[in-house]
């Protein structure tokens, strides 16, 4: 019989399907809740609160970030400034100022302050390197979205990058490095080597600005890799070496001009240092540290890696027993493949390399280690060796990738049985190293008289505020207070790099010239004990304040030992004035060039 005329046709329900787009989608949400996961307890109170491990060097990132809306908004030349340590200023090309990070982040500091603008790099930082592991993992390396999934997961959550977070946000923002691993293997290939090269140079040229020690690993593993690749196939060097070799040259001229100026200013320029503080150069992992979980993980234990890592920002390592175990058998099961041989020559490469100067097990000393022989090569001596293990973390992110894609693209009867292998091998080597929120602490928050803007009242365009304790590596809140404040005040002092005797070119010291002063109300605020002072040294803490241009010295009522504090300094300048929460001691005419 046939149909009506006016019969309508039968919708019929689309299917929903879990299609790749959505399982990107669904892979780069797991990555941002699982760094908001991460830095939920700093989220709650950005301004109050710190990573309990340490907290210098957030307020340093902080100062860094108010440095770069001066930039923006001022014009003020980016790679040096004498906003701290006045008045011989900081080498920001030399202290990893992270402009490439700071720059974009203007608006939030400027709407929510620098503290907002810490914690939201640090979370992006996590999830943007895990994502951007994923795009190349997924387009580039394994057919399967799951098996980029799990090596992207490592990649930005893996106990390293925990550690770091605490602290770094410019080595956790690891998202340029692999579009930086992937250009340079497509060089090898390529049938465009002058475009590839430029954008190669492009991409160098951004991580130059968030972190260079990060970069110059890069470059060291990728050329491991190459070299493991080519010592297994020599046949490839003939097909790849012209456009390589072209391409890195188009990389090098470009990158050279963009860099030129900036790294002139780095290693040249006024306060640039050559080689790295004695505190941290024989920074390295014990060789127990490779079977330990990351303290800030499901299965870590801060007191029991207190000897394992130079501290807890350090952990470069920590993969667990689980981990390292199922990283052998997998290069034992996918030994025959070129890729695998190369990744575990590289990845044992620096594993060896983070042991530093001395090797040691459970903390003790058994012997001399081959970074010894490499400490004082140029730029090399400019590197912390325990970050090596980060290089050996995304081996292993990528080794976990290739296992899971083969199993899962296996063919045959016992396919099943491998998946499940596969499936649990995961769950026992990633479960105990799975991420924990940062512990963290209160800080006392920034005076009101800074933030209702009464230095203002005090302080000229030429002149410095001096907090006290005086700005140091262990007393960095007047950092935090010039950085709520777009660092419209100078100050003396603080967390830095620079020659160690104040000369360009000299080693690096963390700090600027030793300062009479600072050493003095930094013994006080730590012993509580207040010193009689002399007229001799009086004499010298004025001169210190009029090197310094001091206008006028603040002590917050809540600082610690403030009372000591407080009779020390009318010691030397006389009685103290109360304005709102702080101590005051207008110094502007002792100081003036004319006494």
């Given at each position: 019989?046939?149909?009506?005329?006016?019969?309508?046709?039968?919708?019929?329900?689309?299917?929903?399907?879990?299609?790749?787009?959505?399982?990107?989608?669904?892979?780069?949400?797991?990555?941002?809740?699982?760094?908001?996961?991460?830095?939920?307890?700093?989220?709650?109170?950005?301004?109050?609160?710190?990573?309990?491990?340490?907290?210098?060097?957030?307020?340093?990132?902080?100062?860094?970030?108010?440095?770069?809306?001066?930039?923006?908004?001022?014009?003020?030349?980016?790679?040096?400034?004498?906003?701290?340590?006045?008045?011989?200023?900081?080498?920001?090309?030399?202290?990893?100022?992270?402009?490439?990070?700071?720059?974009?982040?203007?608006?939030?500091?400027?709407?929510?302050?620098?503290?907002?603008?810490?914690?939201?790099?640090?979370?992006?930082?996590?999830?943007?390197?895990?994502?951007?592991?994923?795009?190349?993992?997924?387009?580039?390396?394994?057919?399967?979205?799951?098996?980029?999934?799990?090596?992207?997961?490592?990649?930005?959550?893996?106990?390293?990058?925990?550690?770091?977070?605490?602290?770094?946000?410019?080595?956790?923002?690891?998202?340029?490095?692999?579009?930086?691993?992937?250009?340079?293997?497509?060089?090898?290939?390529?049938?465009?080597?002058?475009?590839?090269?430029?954008?190669?140079?492009?991409?160098?040229?951004?991580?130059?600005?968030?972190?260079?020690?990060?970069?110059?690993?890069?470059?060291?593993?990728?050329?491991?890799?190459?070299?493991?690749?080519?010592?297994?196939?020599?046949?490839?060097?003939?097909?790849?070496?012209?456009?390589?070799?072209?391409?890195?040259?188009?990389?090098?001229?470009?990158?050279?001009?963009?860099?030129?100026?900036?790294?002139?200013?780095?290693?040249?320029?006024?306060?640039?240092?050559?080689?790295?503080?004695?505190?941290?150069?024989?920074?390295?992992?014990?060789?127990?540290?490779?079977?330990?979980p990351g303290s800030p993980t499901l299965g870590g234990?801060?007191?029991?890696?207190?000897?394992?890592?130079?501290?807890?920002?350090?952990?470069?390592?920590?993969?667990?027993?689980?981990?390292?175990?199922?990283?052998?058998?997998?290069?034992?099961?996918?030994?025959?493949?070129?890729?695998?041989?190369?990744?575990?020559?590289?990845?044992?490469?620096?594993?060896?390399?983070?042991?530093?100067?001395?090797?040691?097990?459970?903390?003790?000393?058994?012997?001399?280690?081959?970074?010894?022989?490499?400490?004082?090569?140029?730029?090399?001596?400019?590197?912390?060796?325990?970050?090596?293990?980060?290089i050996t973390g995304v081996v292993i992110a990528v080794?976990?990738?290739?296992?899971?894609?083969?199993?899962?693209?296996?063919?045959?009867?016992?396919?099943?049985?491998?998946?499940?292998?596969?499936?649990?091998?995961?769950?026992?080597?990633?479960?105990?190293?799975?991420?924990?929120?940062?512990?963290?602490?209160?800080?006392?928050?920034?005076?009101?008289?800074?933030?209702?803007d009464r230095w203002r009242e005090y302080v000229g365009?030429?002149?410095?505020?001096?907090?006290?304790?005086?700005?140091?590596?262990?007393?960095?809140?007047?950092?935090?207070?010039?950085?709520?404040?777009?660092?419209?005040?100078?100050?003396?002092?603080?967390?830095?790099?620079?020659?160690?005797?104040?000369?360009?070119?000299?080693?690096?010291?963390?700090?600027?010239?030793?300062?009479?002063?600072?050493?003095?109300?930094?013994?006080?605020?730590?012993?509580?004990?207040?010193?009689?002072?002399?007229?001799?040294?009086?004499?010298?803490?004025?001169?210190?304040?009029?090197?310094?241009?001091?206008?006028?010295?603040?002590?917050?009522?809540?600082?610690?030992?403030?009372?000591?504090?407080?009779?020390?300094?009318?010691?030397?300048?006389?009685?103290?004035?109360?304005?709102?929460?702080?101590?005051?001691?207008?110094?502007?005419?002792?100081?003036?060039?004319?006494?």
């Open positions: 019989m046939p149909p009506a005329a006016d019969a309508q046709p039968v919708a019929v329900p689309r299917r929903w399907r879990w299609t790749p787009r959505r399982q990107d989608l669904a892979a780069y949400a797991a990555f941002l809740l699982a760094a908001l996961w991460v830095t939920s307890r700093i989220w709650a109170d950005p301004a109050g609160r710190v990573a309990s491990l340490y907290s210098s060097d957030p307020a340093q990132v902080q100062f860094f970030l108010a440095h770069s809306v001066r930039v923006v908004l001022h014009g003020e030349f980016p790679f040096y400034t004498d906003r701290f340590n006045y008045p011989d200023g900081v080498n920001l090309m030399a202290n990893t100022a992270i402009l490439a990070l700071g720059i974009p982040m203007v608006p939030v500091t400027l709407l929510f302050g620098p503290a907002v603008s810490f914690v939201t790099l640090v979370t992006l930082g996590l999830a943007g390197t895990a994502a951007a592991w994923y795009r190349v993992l997924s387009r580039r390396v394994v057919r399967t979205r799951l098996a980029a999934a799990v090596g992207a997961w490592f990649c930005g959550f893996s106990p390293a990058m925990l550690s770091h977070a605490n602290w770094h946000p410019n080595i956790i923002s690891q998202f340029l490095l692999p579009f930086i691993v992937w250009r340079v293997i497509v060089l090898t290939r390529s049938s465009r080597p002058v475009r590839d090269g430029a954008l190669l140079a492009l991409l160098v040229t951004g991580q130059a600005f968030i972190n260079e020690e990060i970069l110059l690993f890069t470059a060291l593993a990728c050329g491991v890799f190459l070299l493991a690749v080519l010592a297994q196939r020599h046949r490839l060097w003939a097909a790849g070496w012209r456009p390589l070799g072209t391409g890195l040259a188009v990389c090098a001229v470009l990158a050279g001009a963009l860099l030129a100026y900036p790294l002139w200013v780095q290693f040249a320029g006024p306060m640039a240092y050559h080689g790295l503080s004695d505190t941290v150069r024989d920074y390295g992992n014990d060789i127990a540290a490779f079977f330990a234990n801060e007191r029991a890696n207190v000897n394992l890592a130079p501290n807890y920002s350090e952990e470069n390592a920590f993969f667990g027993w689980s981990l390292s175990l199922l990283t052998v058998g997998i290069v034992l099961w996918l030994r025959r493949e070129v890729v695998v041989r190369a990744l575990a020559v590289t990845g044992v490469l620096f594993a060896v390399l983070s042991l530093g100067e001395r090797i040691s097990w459970w903390d003790r000393d058994l012997g001399v280690g081959p970074w010894e022989l490499l400490v004082r090569l140029p730029l090399l001596d400019a590197v912390v060796p325990t970050r090596f293990g980060l080794l976990l990738a290739l296992a899971v894609d083969r199993a899962w693209t296996l063919r045959g009867a016992e396919r099943r049985t491998v998946r499940t292998l596969t499936v649990a091998g995961l769950v026992l080597a990633l479960l105990p190293i799975a991420p924990l929120p940062l512990r963290v602490t209160d800080r006392p928050p920034v005076p009101r008289f800074i933030t209702a365009p030429d002149q410095t505020l001096v907090p006290v304790p005086v700005p140091s590596m262990g007393n960095t809140h007047g950092m935090r207070w010039a950085a709520s404040t777009d660092l419209d005040f100078r100050i003396p002092g603080g967390y830095f790099l620079a020659p160690r005797n104040g000369v360009t070119g000299d080693p690096g010291r963390f700090g600027g010239r030793p300062s009479g002063i600072g050493e003095l109300l930094a013994e006080v605020a730590t012993t509580g004990r207040t010193p009689r002072l002399d007229d001799r040294q009086r004499r010298r803490c004025l001169d210190e304040l009029r090197h310094w241009r001091a206008a006028v010295v603040v002590l917050p009522l809540a600082q610690q030992n403030a009372e000591p504090l407080r009779r020390t300094v009318e010691q030397l300048v006389g009685p103290a004035r109360q304005e709102l929460d702080v101590w005051v001691w207008d110094v502007r005419t002792p100081t003036s060039p004319s006494a």
